[in-house]
Nanobody
Framework: QVQLVESGGGLVQAGGSLRLSCAASGRTFSSYTMGWFRQAPGKEREFVAAISKSGGSTYYADSVKGRFTISRDNAKNTVYLQMNSLKSEDTAVYYC???????????????WGQGTQVTVSS
């Protein structure tokens, strides 16, 4: 089992950048694929990015490809989401998630953080 805590959200102007962090508890962080999801008001939760256990493979939603970068530090039990060139449509609560690669990319991970709000003003 793993517990996840996100941080780094906030208010930023369009075109700006933010870096989200997700700290995981437990000694098995490196055994999980990690992912980021987001949910905007009135919309369903959507997949943003995933990173494999070693960090060697990444996968992005088309809407963020080229602007967002997912990375991880297994020594620090932390996964990051660097968000550049932010747009108003990126406004959402961002959630960290953990599970196997197929399950995370399949949009149904079993472990979730509590979320962090990102608001992009235009």
């Amino acid at each position: 089992q793993v517990q996840l805590v996100e941080s780094g959200g906030g208010l930023v102007q369009a075109g700006g950048s933010l870096r989200l962090s997700c700290a995981a508890s437990g000694r098995t962080f490196s055994s999980y694929t990690m992912g980021w999801f987001r949910q905007a008001p009135g919309k369903e939760r959507e997949f943003v990015a995933a990173i494999s256990k070693s960090g060697g493979s990444t996968y992005y939603a088309d809407s963020v490809k080229g602007r967002f970068t997912i990375s991880r530090d297994n020594a620090k039990n932390t996964v990051y989401l660097q968000m550049n060139s932010l747009k108003s449509e990126d406004t959402a609560v961002y959630y960290c998630a953990a599970d196997s690669w197929a399950v995370v990319v399949g949009r149904k991970p079993g472990y979730w953080g509590q979320g962090t709000q990102v608001t992009v003003s235009s």
